[in-house]
């Protein structure tokens, strides 16, 4: 039992290098940022955020606040605007990494008040970018590839090692959604019931179809979208055993059959290429707004810090990128 | 002035406040990975909590074709442990505990919820769950004055006379509109049909009704044609009262 214990203290003690939780932190504030600038660009921030009474969509109006910052300090066109630009402010800062756990905090607290203003907008992409944010405040996801090293070291990339724990619950976050998701899906269309027609009636849905395709032509494709719809369900049941295989990985030099098993069958890596191809097949065929991005920006959790620079390493070394490389330097 | 013997006394009391404030900080980084891995723990088993379904079966549930499926499967087992039960029986029993369940999850949830809702934290995840065959669509009408008939000026996917793709398929907006099985469109739909409706008025002088309606489709089998059910949840805005 203590053994046990001891374990588990030492699990969430582990410290590694910051550039995967460093690209998590870029690849989260671009997402949110991109987001809020498209909210804007649209005229929609009153729109959705301001009180009824202020040409705002309601629900929120002076007499039903809904959130605290209403409550505070009244409802009104301008505030939803504060809010929102606090929320650009944070985005960017989180991103360049500037005051990284403070502006991930704002980022989260002004999320949930526009949130609360305007439920029905508020979709689980946002929730889980929340989720991300609150784990990036409690790390030191700013120690690298971040105008804080910079202003602290005089470089963006720097050697600190941090606490592993952020990234471990980052993973451990997208096989609950997968799963969750996955086990969920038990009507019909996701089902022999309905011959798995799931992806092709998503694809006729016309507020979440990208390309008017008629079902004449979908119906050519029915065997492949039914083989997708199976892929899909094993990809997000099996996502509960991406924690188990990222360990069995990180630890293969202890040696053993299912550690043996676990690297030869490459079954992580399959699993990371299906859910990229997954994410990047949503974001061509459907319009599905910053979900596809949202989720993969969390995706490099599931890359060790060492791999991440080795793969790095090997990428400014190929050959045609070293060519290109020789040439800029020439001119 | 201060006499030796005053310095001695001070600068001892200074390095015992010193040496104490040392050993917290000692006592403190050894007890630290020990109190984050119990506030982890914590926090797993919260958001495990928060992960529980927290939707009660409802009678449309159980006269779904999956229930059917799912009880049937349940009815084998029980009959294989030699605990069969009547249909009716079995069906207020999984009624009632997964209304038990959720009420558990609540009560466990209550000391932490206003917690999460400041934070707009959640566990609860659907992908396209139910991908049925009913599914929705937007319709955008503008009359002219001085005439009685509509003309569509926009129609999900299918046309976009008055380039409004950009703002109603921002998935922020769509969401207002984006009506369900199970539900309407929601309350913001009345301002958003305000909205549309201003922006239209502005860009077309001549308009002087706007009506919005979602009409309902149904899938058939596959390469059939979208059925039609009608439209509904229709609103109407006039130049006077957008």
């Known amino acids: ?331 | 002035m201060r006499t030796p013997t005053h310095y001695t006394h001070d600068a001892h009391d200074a390095r015992r406040a010193s040496s104490e404030s040392h050993a917290l900080v000692r006592l403190g980084a050894r007890c630290w990975p020990a109190l984050r891995a119990t506030l982890i723990a914590f926090a797993l088993i919260v958001q495990a909590l928060l992960a529980v379904p927290n939707r009660i079966l409802q009678e449309r549930d159980i006269a779904r074709a999956e229930y059917e499926d799912f009880i049937v499967g349940v009815e084998h087992v029980l009959h294989g442990l030699g605990a069969e039960r009547d249909r009716s029986t079995l069906n207020t029993s999984l009624m009632r505990t997964n209304a038990a369940i959720v009420e558990i999850r609540n009560e466990l949830l209550a000391p932490v919820e206003p917690l999460f809702r400041l934070l707009g934290n959640d566990q609860q995840w659907s992908l396209f769950l139910s991908a049925n065959r009913d599914c929705y669509r937007l319709v955008l009408d503008g009359q002219d004055a001085g005439t009685a008939e509509y003309h569509t000026l926009y129609r999900a996917l299918e046309l976009d006379a008055a380039g409004l793709a950009p703002l109603l398929t921002y998935r922020r907006v769509r969401a207002l509109y984006n009506a369900g099985e199970q539900h309407g469109p929601s309350r913001a739909y009345d301002g958003l049909a305000s909205h549309v409706s201003r922006e239209l008025f502005g860009s077309y002088p001549d308009l002087s009704r706007v009506r919005l309606r979602i009409e309902h489709l149904r899938v058939g089998d596959v390469g059939e044609p979208l059925e039609s059910m009608g439209l509904q949840y229709e609103l109407v805005r006039t130049r006077a009262t957008p």
Not at chain 1, 170 to 184: C, T
Not at chain 1, 218 to 225: A, E, N, Q, R, W
């Open chain 1, 1 to 331: 039992m203590m053994r046990a214990v001891n374990g588990w203290v030492q699990f969430w003690d582990r410290r590694e290098a910051g550039d995967t939780l460093a690209v998590v932190r870029i690849a989260v504030g671009l997402t949110l940022l991109c987001d809020y600038l498209t909210t804007a660009r649209l005229g929609l921030v009153s729109p959705l955020w301001a009180p009824s009474e202020e040409h705002g969509f309601g629900p929120s109006s002076y007499g039903e606040p809904m959130c605290l910052v209403y409550e505070w300090f009244g409802a009104s066109a301008a505030a939803a605007w504060t809010m929102f630009l606090a929320g650009c402010v944070s985005a960017a800062a989180m991103t360049v990494g500037l005051f990284t756990r403070s502006s991930a905090l704002v980022l989260v607290l002004v999320s949930g008040q526009l949130a609360q203003l305007q439920p029905a907008a508020d979709r689980g992409i946002d929730t889980l970018l929340r989720n991300a944010c609150l784990l990036l405040a409690m790390s030191d996801a700013g120690a690298t590839l971040s105008a804080e090293s910079r202003l602290r070291r005089g470089r963006w990339c720097s050697e600190v090692l941090i606490a592993s724990w952020p990234r471990y619950l980052i993973v451990l976050q997208l096989a609950v959604l997968y799963f969750q998701a996955g086990m969920l899906k038990q009507a019909s269309s996701w089902t022999s019931l309905d011959h798995y027609s799931a992806l092709y009636v998503v694809l006729l849905r016309p507020h979440f179809a990208r390309f008017a395709l008629s079902p004449q032509v979908l119906g050519l494709f029915y065997p492949v979208l039914q083989a997708a719809t199976l892929i899909t369900l094993l990809f997000e049941r099996g996502a509960i055993l991406v924690p188990a295989c990222l360990w069995l990985h990180e630890t293969r030099h202890r040696g053993g059959k299912l550690r043996a098993l676990a690297v030869r069958s490459h079954l992580l890596q399959v699993w990371i290429v299906t859910g990229v191809g997954f994410h990047l097949g949503l974001a061509v065929l459907m319009q599905l707004g910053i979900f596809p991005w949202g989720c993969l920006a969390l995706y490099p959790a599931l890359v060790q810090p060492a791999a991440l620079r080795r793969f790095a390493a090997r990428a400014l070394t190929l050959p045609g990128f070293t060519s290109v490389a020789m040439r800029d330097r020439r001119r």
